[in-house]
């Protein structure tokens, strides 16, 4: 009887949930379709000053100043709009198309701080609204937004040449596009600032739209006759597919997000990763990291899972149940707040697995996705369930309500008028930080296509396979995460210096600072080279004075390639 009212109670809670969603979907979208084209362009009510097709980020000025074009977000607003044009949902939108090739054509040229078209400049992350080089001191370079651009303008041009204009693709699309994959193809293994901006290192989310962009090109090549370039792209792409799953880390099972930065690894970076490189007909598939492979579910419990206990917000929430997230843990940037950009994506991701596992008729539980699925049903076991199971619409049902809950919980704090800034405080929900952020306008959008079901076109992400080995044109370096296990008092970190460079040569004024968020396990990671006897060891600094553990020096071998984890205690 107890789980009968245990049942009746979760789906009359699921229902009213779902009516929430629904209700805020129906309110939202045309405020959020009407937010992204607000900041576009000299005709936006918001983006006054700027050129046409230019995306204006936010238009905040002050704390903070988003009033500028940063290629990545425009790429990512413009694939949005390119797939509601290009599925027919909104036939509208080919004038904005148009001038935003024009206007990334310009910004393409435009000579900045990282260089020429020729010297580094595609590389360049933002741009003044009237498509001038910013000067001022920034994390650059930044390598996914050639991929991302090239992405959205391949995704235009399959579309043109399926409706009979190979030549406006031949002559107008493929020079721009051909810019930015030559770009990825001669740079992918060289470090990017993260896609926040902040960390230095190789990043996974820059690493997997990269591998799509290469995928994408090629065949776009192939159809209209530019082979010469599709060996260059095919190799580099086995070569970037390969190097993906050196982020894995297996325990507790997440991918790392970045090989440096000296944070746990757990990041939104990830989950966006997730949806943004979805491909309807590659299945479950892992080595792509598609939405509801084990290894992405299992990424994506352990990322979510990390903020449950860190905002106010979520303060009393059951641990089978949605949560506010933002960007990483252990974020300090404008208070370190959820972003709704965030929170949508979770959902997204999940909606992308039921898509998958209706299209398939089955879901698989692995000992990989076992704790992610362990949320749902306590009494699952791995093996795959058909959707004629009881298990499987358990399951379904309880994951599609999981996924309503993030949605649900941006609704919450989505003010009445329905403006979505970037983020939303972590104590009370108050909206806070940039307001009108396009990106947030653009990640509601696509979450509620999601969750309606519906998907963009494959770029070929089935059937891949991988390379026993990764090549580089540069010395062979590979991610090492650093745990130990380390009880301080407050004022005191712990910190990591060793043997190589990378690990300061021990010199202890340099030594990296590891993260505290699982304390009492202090983490980092960090790139080594490659086949490499490494001594290290922990320190503990408080008010300048440095204690060091006790000998001997800790010591091991990196190997030729893929992730090591060394789990250790202070001693």
């Not at 009881?390 to 919980?409: C, E, K, N």
């Amino acid at each position: 009887m107890w789980r009968l009212v245990s049942v009746l109670g979760f789906c009359a809670s699921a229902f009213t949930q779902s009516n929430t969603v629904d209700s805020y979907i129906s309110t939202e979208s045309s405020i959020a379709k009407a937010g992204v084209l607000a900041n576009i362009g000299a005709s936006g009510a918001k983006s006054s000053g700027a050129y046409p097709g230019v995306v204006v980020a936010s238009p905040s000025t002050t704390n903070p100043d988003y009033l500028y074009t940063w290629v990545r977000d425009s790429s990512l607003v413009f694939k949005m709009l390119i797939d509601q044009y290009t599925s027919g949902q909104d036939t509208t939108l080919r004038s904005h198309i148009d001038d935003f090739i024009s206007a990334e054509a310009n910004i393409q040229q435009v000579t900045n701080p990282s260089g020429t078209v020729s010297t580094g400049g595609l590389g360049e992350p933002k741009f003044n609204i009237d498509e001038t080089a910013f000067t001022g001191p920034w994390g650059r370079p930044q390598r996914d937004g050639p991929a991302l651009r090239s992405t959205a303008m391949i995704t235009y041009a399959n579309w043109l040449i399926a409706n009979n204009n190979e030549s406006h693709v031949t002559n107008t699309l493929w020079p721009i596009i051909k810019l930015d994959l030559d770009y990825v193809m001669n740079n992918w293994n060289e470090t990017t600032f993260d896609l926040w901006e902040e960390v230095d290192s190789s990043s996974f989310f820059t690493s997997a739209v990269q591998h799509r962009a290469l995928r994408q090109g090629s065949a776009l090549a192939t159809a209209i006759g530019q082979t010469s370039v599709v060996s260059g792209y095919n190799t580099q792409a086995n070569n970037i597919l390969c190097f993906l799953q050196s982020y894995w880390n297996p325990s507790p099972g997440f991918m790392t997000a970045n090989t440096g930065g000296g944070r746990s690894g757990r990041d939104a970076n990830t989950v966006l990763t997730s949806i943004h490189i979805f491909d309807v007909e590659a299945g479950c598939d892992g080595v792509t990291f598609q939405p509801c492979s084990d290894v992405a579910l299992s990424n994506l419990k352990v990322y979510v899972d990390s903020f449950r206990e860190i905002y106010g917000i979520n303060a009393g929430i059951p641990a089978n149940q949605a949560v506010a997230t933002g960007r990483y843990p252990e974020d300090v940037y404008q208070g370190g707040n959820p972003w709704y950009l965030a929170s949508f994506a979770v959902a997204e991701q999940l909606y992308d697995a039921l898509i998958v596992w209706s299209n398939e008729g089955s879901l698989t539980v692995t000992d990989v996705s076992f704790p992610f699925f362990q949320q749902f049903d306590s009494s699952i076991t791995p093996g795959t369930y058909s959707s004629s199971t009881p298990t499987y619409s358990t399951l379904t049902t309880a994951i599609r309500s999981f996924a309503d809950g993030f949605v649900a919980m941006a609704a919450k704090y989505t003010p009445s008028g329905g403006g979505l800034a970037e983020q939303y405080s972590r104590s009370d929900g108050t909206p806070t930080s940039a307001v009108d952020l396009t990106w947030s306008y653009a990640s509601a959008l696509t979450v509620f296509n999601a969750r309606a079901g519906m998907t963009s076109a494959s770029w070929g992400a089935a059937g891949l396979a991988v390379s026993p080995t990764c090549s580089t044109s540069k010395a062979a370096i590979v991610p090492v995460v650093f745990n130990v296990n380390a009880t301080t008092v407050p004022g005191q970190s712990i910190y990591l210096t060793g043997s190589v460079g990378a690990l300061t040569d021990w010199n202890t004024t340099d030594a990296i600072l590891m993260s505290s968020a699982d304390y009492p396990m202090w983490s980092t990671a960090v790139d080594l080279p490659a086949n490499t006897q490494i001594q290290y060891k922990y320190i503990n600094i408080a008010n300048g004075d440095v204690t060091w553990e006790s000998d001997p020096n800790n010591e091991f071998t990196t190997p030729m390639f893929g992730i090591t984890t060394l789990n250790d205690v202070w001693r």
